[in-house]
């Protein structure tokens, strides 16, 4: 999906090469698009890049930054109109709301990428660049730590390192899809070619993600069952050696299951998320999901 290149019949050289950039990052990632190929899909020379931007990586931040920042402000915005309204009465909804409200709307508008922006924002929390993650988690840590903040009263009853955990896996799905290619398709062939408005496709988005927020910790029992069928999975493999899943009382370890508070002592990094942590999972609510 190429991005629209308004800047091309005005002859702004500095736009062209911003869309160009954008819809190879999209496209491509980071690592495999390079500046050949955006002066070529920009129609410009090596020089025009150089004069506006000085090297690749001011492109990419340029590129990246004319799009996040105003989707991040927009969505502070929101936040703090539903804080002032509701104070200690904040949800969980309105935390996710004020995250997609604002990227539905500017996906709607194709003065800003139009609907390549969500695919924007699922390619920048999925590319594996560190340049890309090093800038997202710099560039936009106030904002996540806000969210996190938001997300942590409207949820008291997770620990840091759980609502980090579950903020990752929610939005990291969520991410994925929008960073394929085919979300349009997949959206028309599961509404039955019914059409669905901006509060139905919110709905349906924070549904999932309320639900995996909201659920209850495992208890000593569910943790026991999971165990289980990792050891059973691993039966009959013929090698007789324990592994970290080899049997149900080393898969009960491998998960945690024996005291909570050896879960406890895990790295805090977005409160116990994945690498990067803060830098990673909820600096990624900030940017990288709709």
Request: proline share 4%; glycine share 10%; net charge neutral.
């Amino acid at each position: 999906m190429a991005v629209r290149t308004t800047g091309r019949h005005t002859g702004d050289t500095k736009s062209r090469i911003l869309d160009a950039a954008e819809t190879l990052f999209i496209e491509c990632g980071y690592e495999a698009m390079s500046l050949r190929q955006i002066t070529s899909r920009a129609e410009v020379n090596l020089a025009a890049v150089n004069y506006h931007f000085g090297s690749k990586e001011a492109l990419i931040h340029a590129m990246l930054s004319r799009r996040l920042d105003r989707l991040n402000q927009e969505r502070v915005k929101l936040l703090e109109r539903f804080d002032s309204m509701l104070g200690p009465r904040l949800t969980c909804e309105h935390v996710l709301g004020a995250m997609f409200i604002p990227a539905l709307r500017l996906s709607r508008d194709p003065r800003v990428g139009g609907k390549a922006f969500l695919r924007l924002l699922g390619r920048a929390y999925t590319d594996p660049s560190s340049f890309i993650r090093d800038f997202l988690n710099g560039h936009y840590a106030l904002v996540a730590e806000r969210f996190f903040a938001a997300f942590q009263r409207a949820l008291p009853h997770l620990p840091r390192d759980e609502l980090g955990w579950r903020l990752h896996f929610a939005i990291g799905a969520l991410s994925g899809v929008l960073a394929g290619t085919d979300t349009d398709s997949l959206i028309t062939e599961f509404s039955q070619g019914k059409s669905m408005n901006d509060l139905q496709l919110i709905a349906r988005l924070a549904s999932l993600m309320v639900a995996a927020l909201k659920a209850p910790l495992p208890d000593a029992t569910q943790l026991a069952a999971f165990a289980a069928v990792l050891g059973d999975a691993t039966d009959g493999t013929g090698d007789g050696q324990d592994s970290a899943c080899g049997s149900g009382s080393s898969a009960a370890a491998a998960l945690g299951a024996a005291e909570p508070e050896t879960r406890s002592r895990e790295p805090e990094r977005l409160g116990g998320g994945p690498s990067g942590g803060l830098s990673g999972s909820l600096r990624h609510v900030a940017h990288g999901a709709a």
